[in-house]
């Protein structure tokens, strides 16, 4: 896959991606959206992007159905592991 050469189609190519994989929302969310602008404003190469676009979506289809990984814990967020304290 060629790199697009403006923003826009970068993003678009993102999403589409991201849409075509499987156990995704029909539509991208705006912050779905905000990543894909997010890899093209820190230089991520598409091809990149793609695979891991695809290594994720190949995880999420073979974690077990209870959610934990191959140690018995259930894995971290990618989006961020900021944990608020319930002592508040």
């Known amino acids: 896959?060629?790199?697009?050469?403006?923003?826009?189609?970068?993003?678009?190519?993102?999403v589409t991606l991201?849409?075509?994989l499987p156990d995704t929302p029909l539509r991208a969310s705006v912050s779905?959206?905000?990543l894909a602008r997010r890899f093209h404003d820190d230089g991520v190469p598409l091809q990149v992007a793609e695979?891991?676009?695809l290594l994720g979506s190949l995880r999420r289809l073979i974690r077990p159905a209870d959610g934990t990984g191959a140690c018995g814990r259930r894995p971290?967020?990618?989006?961020g592991s900021s944990r608020r304290s319930s002592s508040v």
């Open 1 to 14: 896959m060629s790199e697009p050469s403006h923003p826009a189609s970068y993003i678009a190519a993102i």
């Open 51 to 53: 695979t891991a676009l």
């Open 32 to 34: 779905d959206q905000w």
């Open 76 to 79: 971290a967020s990618m989006a």
């Open 18 to 20: 991201y849409v075509e």
